[in-house]
């Protein structure tokens, strides 16, 4: 079979797992051209990797024999870019979030369904091992219904993290913690539960931080299927730990912590599992962390233009994502409860 030919548009911080990932599977995909507006970055990725470089995007999107293109660019940009890709009939893998708002993600995922693309998002949290153990156990039905779901982000980022340009700022990243760093666990959390119902919370940023996007959030959130729970993220927690997810279900209690996952049955049985994969990234360094979840993601999306099909996470689902952290928002800001918007395509497979 031949090797899909993919290129690369951003040479920034999130380029690393990905060139990683797809030199572990140059065997399946070929990288024609990697892309920055930097000539900075394109010799510092150059440097590090063996991929062709470009010096202009057209370049790719003219290419016939790219089927993809793999956008790692800063969320403000992601909307054009993704209109371009489609407009050239490219398939797109994303870097999270979709874009800075709602209504910009669900513009870029109109897009692309309209142009009959696949959109696939780098939310690499719902490949982990512990995840798909834990996906293969609710879908056996030996946990019951799900009727308690928690969230808990207790990261850290210095300062200096929210020194670099554009940071944590509403116009490039869309906002703090939550749509920066805590997307990722949301969506898996929800991957399993589904779409929430309302929150009720407090949001804040806390005097560790001069940004002005939020880093601490606090809430309480009632789900679709009525089951209810806690949501706390913040990058004020030093050193910074694992993120944890947990399902009280009719049958067992079951925890993802960081790569590892525990299954405490009402009968006495208890199941836990660990897998080899870092699960760094809480602390100063967001970028300490393996690849392998990057290169499942990357692997998934290939498959999903060869078989023409839905990637493991589409744009639609991402969407009920970004309505949560609306919400979060939006109950931080009017200190009462706000009802979660919700979208009957954020559920196709």
């Given amino acids: 079979m031949a090797k899909v ?12 797992p990905h060139a990683q990932a797809l030199m572990d599977l140059r065997d399946t995909v070929e990288v024609a051209y990697a892309f920055s507006p930097s000539l900075e970055r394109r010799q ?24 993809a293109v793999l956008v790692l660019t800063p969320p403000n940009t992601h909307l054009e870019i993704v209109r371009r890709c489609a407009e050239a009939g490219k398939h797109v893998l994303l870097e999270k979030p979709l874009d800075v708002t709602t209504a910009r993600a669900q513009e870029l995922v109109a897009i692309c369904r309209q142009a009959g693309i696949i959109l696939a998002v780098v939310l690499q ?27 808990s982000i207790g990261l850290w980022r210095p300062q200096s993290y929210y ?15 939550l749509i920066t760093q805590g997307i990722h666990t949301l969506d898996q959390m929800l991957s399993f539960v589904g779409p929430a119902a ?24 009632r789900y679709r299927n009525n089951a209810i729970g806690t ?49 760094g990234g809480t602390g100063a360094d967001p970028m ?38 609306d919400a979060l ?3 931080g800001r009017s200190q009462q409860p706000v009802a979660v918007a919700y979208e009957s395509t954020a559920e196709r497979p």
Wanted: proline share 4%.
């Fill in 231 to 279: 949501i706390y993220a913040t990058t004020a927690a030093y050193p910074g730990f694992p993120e944890r997810i947990e399902f009280i279900c009719k049958n067992a209690t079951a925890s993802l912590v960081g790569s590892a996952l525990h299954i405490f049955w009402q009968d006495g049985r208890t199941f836990h599992y660990e897998s080899d994969e870092s699960a």
């Fill in 125 to 151: 949290h719902r490949f982990k091992p512990a995840a798909t153990k834990l996906a293969e156990t609710f879908a056996s039905g030996l946990l019951g219904d799900i009727i308690g779901c928690s969230a």
């Fill in 5 to 16: 030919r993919v290129g690369i548009i951003g040479l920034g911080m999130a380029v690393a």
């Fill in 198 to 221: 309302d929150v009720t919370g407090y949001v804040t940023t806390t005097p560790l931080h001069q940004m002005e996007g939020e880093d601490l959030v606090c809430a309480s959130v």
């Fill in 288 to 325: 300490a962390f393996s690849h392998q979840s990057h290169r499942s993601v990357i692997a998934d999306f290939v498959t999903a233009i060869e078989e023409s099909r839905a990637p493991k996470v589409t744009g639609e689902a991402v969407l009920s994502v970004h309505h949560l952290i």
């Fill in 44 to 67: 510092a990725f150059a440097s590090r990797h063996p991929f062709p470089l470009c010096d202009n995007i057209e370049t790719i999107l003219a290419d016939d024999t790219i089927k």
């Fill in 163 to 177: 020194d670099e340009p554009g940071r944590g700022t509403l116009a490039r990243d869309g906002g703090g913690v």
């Fill in 329 to 331: 928002i939006a109950t």
